[in-house]
T-cell receptor, first 111, second 111 residues
Framework: LAKTTQPISMDSYEGQEVNITCSHN???????ITWYQQFPSQGPRFIIQGYKTKVTNEVASLFIPADRKSSTLSLPRVSLSDTAVYYCLVGVLSSGGKLIFGQGTELSVKP | EAQVTQNPRYLITVTGKKLTVTCSQNMNHEYMSWYRQDPGLGLRQIYYSMNVEVTDKGDVPEGYKVSRKEKRNFPLILESPSPNQTSLYFC??????????FGNGTRLTVT
């Protein structure tokens, strides 16, 4: 079961690019990497999912190196509304449904 | 609208009084799961279900029960709640291997 490690917190300013890296050394061959965003007192919300190389959507990019032991969520030009907790999650197929979320990264965006 | 619905949103109860938190999804997802979230501890999985009549323990199952008699419903049962089960609870569902859809949460206080 792949466990993840992320920085506990990060600070940024509006307009900057933010990169949050997640370490998952024992990722299984069939595992996907998924990132979620959570605002206070709300359920986490899906941001992006990938298996290898690079994935981009309208809100973020996900970079995954060839060994897949880490991944980096990139948020371009953050705004105050991007202040939230970001979780990296690895699993589902290999774990049979058991999921372990890390503690998440609390991103604070300042004006 | 595709959604995961939890009820109630807020619940205050006393030690030992059995309670049920309901979770329903309208997306025909096979996979459903429950999480609790406590300050500094992130999201911890309580139970999960890969399909109807199939349930299994997550990371913190003690003191909880679940059932999956129908595909759309996955209630969380606390037979004898204790104060250490005071927490914010989330239900989530997905197709296996796809991103999770979370409910809006249930804030439970046990006195």
């Amino acid at each position: 079961l792949a466990k993840t490690t992320q920085p506990i917190s990060m600070d940024s300013y509006e307009g900057q690019e933010v990169n949050i890296t997640c370490s998952h050394n024992n990722i299984a061959t069939n595992d996907y990497i998924t990132w979620y965003q959570q605002f206070p007192s709300q359920g986490p919300r899906f941001i992006i999912q990938g298996y290898k190389t690079k994935v981009t959507n309208e809100v973020a990019s996900l970079f995954i190196p060839a060994d897949r032991k880490s991944s980096t969520l990139s948020l371009p030009r953050v705004s105050l509304s991007d202040t939230a907790v970001y979780y990296c999650l690895v699993g589902v197929l290999s774990s049979g449904g058991k999921l372990i979320f890390g503690q998440g990264t609390e991103l604070s965006v300042k004006p | 609208e595709a959604q995961v619905t939890q009820n109630p949103r807020y619940l205050i109860t006393v030690t030992g009084k059995k309670l049920t938190v309901t979770c329903s999804q309208n997306m025909n997802h096979e996979y459903m799961s429950w999480y609790r979230q406590d300050p500094g501890l992130g999201l911890r999985q309580i139970y999960y279900s890969m399909n109807v009549e199939v349930t299994d323990k997550g990371d913190v199952p003690e003191g909880y029960k679940v059932s999956r008699k129908e595909k759309r419903n996955f209630p969380l049962i606390l037979e004898s709640p204790s104060p250490n089960q005071t927490s914010l609870y989330f239900c989530a569902s997905s197709f296996v291997g796809s991103p999770l859809h979370f409910g809006n949460g249930t804030r439970l206080t046990v006195t």
